[in-house]
Each structure stands twice: as C-alpha cells, then as structure tokens.
C-alpha cells in the first residue's frame, strides 16, 4: 500500500509540473511580492496630511491631530509655504491658527479637490478636537481596557494584505487545479483505468492532496520570505497551509465527483470560491462577521494566517484555528471517500 501510494504521489507530482502549476503559482508569487514591495501603499489611510501655520504663541493647537498621527502633521512658517505644501500632492489640508482678542481664530484651507461632504466632515472633526483642547472640557464617557497587557501590532497596508494573498492560493487557487488535474484524468480514462487496479480511494485521494500540498507551500514560502523575511514562526505557517491546502483540495476533490467535465463544474465551483472568498470581506471590516462567515473554515484560516504573520502573542487564535481547519479537513475527507467510491463503482 505505502509503495502504492509513492507512486501514486509522484505520478500527480509529475502532472503538476507537466501542467505548469508550479509555474502558474511562482508566477503569482512574483506578481504579490512585487505588488507588495514596490506597488501597494504603505500607508492607506484616507485621513490627510495636516500642515499648520502656528500664529498662536502656544503649542495647544497642534494637539488637534492625536498621538497617534502626529507623523501626518508638519509645521510651517509661512502661508506661502503652507500651499506650497498643499499643492505638492493631494490629500492634504492646511490649518492656520492665529490669535483674535486673545481667542483663537482657526482657518482650514482645502486643495479644492474635495467634495462638500467630505470638507463638512473634516470640519467638524477638526473643529470638534479644537473645541475640546481649548475649553479643557473632555468626553464624559468612561473607557475600560480589557487587556491593557495585550500589545498589537498593526501592519503596513501592504504587509496586511500577505494573509488575503496566502489565503487566496492556498484556500482557493488549490481547489481550482485540482480540479482541472482530476477532470483531465476523467477524459483521458485515467480513473477507469485506476478502477481494475488493487489501489484503494484513499491512496488514490490523498496523492493527489499531498501533491497540491507541495505547490502550496512553494507558493507561500516564496511569498513571505521576499515580503516579511525569517521574521515568521515557520512551523506554525506550514501546519496551517498542510490543513488549508488539504482543505481546499479535498473540497475541490468533493464537489469534482459530482461533475463529468468542467464545463459542468465552472459555475458551480465559482459559486463556491465566491462562498469561500466572504472571510476577507470580514479581515479588512471586523465588524462584517454575520454567524454563517463565522461557520466557515476559511474564517479562522484567515485570522490564524493574520495572527502567524503580525503575532499579537495570542496563539490561542493559531490552535482554534487550526483545529477548526483540522475538524473541516476529516469530515471532508470521510464525504469524499464516500462519494468517490460510489463514483468508481458507476465507472
């Protein structure tokens, strides 16, 4: 069985590079890497770049940008530097504080650029945070750190997509080359072939798992290493794409026995990558998690995938979302084998 299974293994192996599915995958990786590093924004952020003409004799005013953002604000000597300052790039808005009978006289000057609603919002935003720094007078609500130990670390906008890039190979690209690989050996009478052999579903099944294996992980470690570097916990990362890539393909493997070619699959499949796809509407907004995106496994595949990357220290996340993965990947599994082996007998 085991000398079987070797031989099944690389006979998919040798399909995947005959099928240029490693060069499809490395491919993609170049492509995100350069993405990554040279095309995608560091800083995403649509909160702009705040200049300010200081006429006050005091530093209250530049409290009006938060700690937080204080790499977005510039100080400026001149009103002719300061739309110099402006008209250089977009996004920008220029604040000028000057003192009128010992009140302070505030003027924000827009790029033109901008619609009314967005001008009204950075108004009252701005003058909300002004009102409050010259009166002294502070919310009056109460705020309760839950885990003030808890440090979090919030990524590049580029390096926060690495997860939804991951994500996408190893959960969906997978199933759809697997797919094809399956569909080809239907057409070429390979598994009616394999039927009159002593080999078993399961060997039959797992190679075929074990091979997509192998093109998932060439395609993430070339990913991460030319985007985050060593910087990773590596061990983590490969049990998690194992299950995801096992996921995906035996989903794929699933669905394929239903079908005789692809034509028949294509839009079914769709529907279901689509399906799949909904938990990285979820990791960029939070707070879009209805209950049947949290039932998916491809929910906790991208938050462990987040957590692998840009560790917070919870690694509770990575263990439930392994075995959330873990759990999808055997009663996958046990449906496949039960579904093929009514296949083979109808071939």
Sequence with gaps: ?????????AKDTKITFRNHYYTIVIALAVMYIVAVNFFIPADFSIKPKVFILNETGSDQVLYVVGEDERDKLTIVNSEEELHSKLNEKTNRLGIIARNANGTPNIELIFQGSENVKVRNLLAAMFYDRLGKIYSGVEDSFEVEVLKPDLVVNHPAFNKAMIPVFVFSEAAMLGLLLIVTLVFAEKSEGTIRAY??????????????????????????????????????????????????SFFASTLGLLIASFFQNLSQFIYWGLLVVIVATLPAAAYFVPAFAPFFIRWLPTYHLVFTLKEIFFSTGNVGVIYSGSFALLCADVILFTLTVYAYKKRFKQV
């Design 1 to 9: 069985m085991i000398k079987r299974f070797f031989g099944l293994l």
């Design 195 to 244: 039927n009159v052999t002593p080999g078993g579903i399961i060997e039959y099944l797992l190679s075929k798992n074990l091979a997509m294996t192998f093109v998932s992980l060439v395609f993430t470690v070339l990913l991460v290493v030319f985007t985050l570097g060593f910087s990773v916990d590596f061990l983590y990362l490969f049990i998690v794409i194992i299950l995801a």
